[in-house]
C-alpha cells in the first residue's frame, strides 16, 4: 500500500517557468489537498478537492492551478514560478473528517 | 480567525527526561485537534486526533491531552528516536467541503543521548 506517492522529490525552476507537481494516492480517499510549508510558518493549505471534477481554493491560491480527474490524482501546476513560490509542497489525502495522510514532499527552489 | 500557537518553538531534552509540548488554540466550534510528527525531509505522519475537553490519547512514550483552550502533548522518559518536529493541528465545525484545518508552526524537540 503507497498511501500518498509525490513526485518529484526535487526541483529547481527558474523565474517564469510552468511546471506540474504529481500527486497520487491509491486509498480511494475523496477529500485531496495541497499545502506548502515554509520556514517558520505553520502547514498553509492551496488547494484542496472533495471528489473528482470538485476543487476550491485553500488560504494561499495564488499563482497555482489544479484539477481533479480522478479519484488518485491531484495534480498541482505552477503556471509561471516566482522566487517566492520557494517552499516544500506536501500533499495529503482522508476520507470525510477522518486524519490526513501526508506524501513525502517536494522541495521546489526558484531561482 | 483559527489560530494555532504552539510552545516552546524548540526543546532539549536529556534521554529519559519527561516534558510537555503546548498547544494553544481558538477556533469556532471544534471538530477535532490533531498531532502530527515530522520528520526532517518527511510528510507529517499522524499521531492522534482528540474531539473534545478531557479526552486522553497515549501511544508508547506519547500521551495527548485536551482541555477547551489547549492541548497538550505529555512525553515520558524520551528516546533519541523522539526527535522531530511535533505539529498542532484544529479543525474547524463549518459546513462545506472546506478543509479547516489550521496548524501551528511546531515544537522542535531534540532529545540527547
Known amino acids: 500500500n503507497a498511501g500518498v506517492t509525490q513526485t518529484p522529490k526535487f526541483q529547481v525552476l527558474k523565474t517564469g517557468q510552468s511546471m506540474t507537481l504529481q500527486c497520487a494516492q491509491d486509498?480511494?480517499?475523496?477529500?485531496m489537498s495541497w499545502y506548502r510549508q515554509d520556514p517558520g510558518m505553520g502547514l498553509r493549505l492551496i488547494h484542496y478537492?472533495?471528489?473528482?471534477?470538485?476543487?476550491d481554493q485553500g488560504e494561499v491560491p495564488n499563482g497555482y492551478n489544479v484539477s481533479r480527474s480522478t479519484t488518485e490524482d491531484f495534480p498541482l501546476r505552477l503556471l509561471s514560478a516566482a522566487p517566492s513560490q520557494t517552499s516544500v509542497y506536501f500533499c495529503?489525502?482522508?476520507?470525510?473528517?477522518?486524519?490526513?495522510?501526508f506524501g513525502s514532499g517536494t522541495q521546489l527552489s526558484v531561482l | 480567525e483559527d489560530q494555532v500557537t504552539q510552545s516552546p518553538e524548540a526543546l532539549r531534552l536529556q534521554e529519559g527526561e519527561s516534558s510537555s509540548l503546548n498547544c494553544s488554540y481558538t477556533?469556532?466550534?471544534?471538530?477535532?485537534l490533531f498531532w502530527y510528527r515530522q520528520d526532517p525531509g518527511k510528510g507529517p505522519e499522524f499521531l492522534f486526533t482528540?474531539?473534545?475537553a478531557g479526552e486522553e490519547k497515549e501511544k508508547e512514550r506519547l500521551k495527548a491531552t485536551l482541555t477547551k483552550k489547549e492541548s497538550f502533548l505529555h512525553i515520558t522518559a524520551p528516546k533519541p528516536e523522539d526527535s522531530a518536529t511535533y505539529l498542532c493541528?484544529?479543525?474547524?465545525?463549518?459546513?462545506?467541503?472546506?478543509?479547516?484545518?489550521?496548524f501551528g508552526k511546531g515544537t522542535h524537540l531534540i532529545i540527547q543521548p
Open positions: 495529503a489525502s482522508r476520507r470525510a473528517n477522518e486524519k490526513l495522510f
Open positions: 486509498m480511494n480517499h475523496e477529500y
Open positions: 493541528a484544529v479543525q474547524a465545525r463549518r459546513g462545506g467541503g472546506a478543509d479547516g484545518l489550521t
Open positions: 477556533v469556532s466550534g471544534l471538530r477535532g
Open positions: 482528540l474531539y473534545s
Open positions: 478537492s472533495v471528489g473528482a471534477g470538485i476543487t
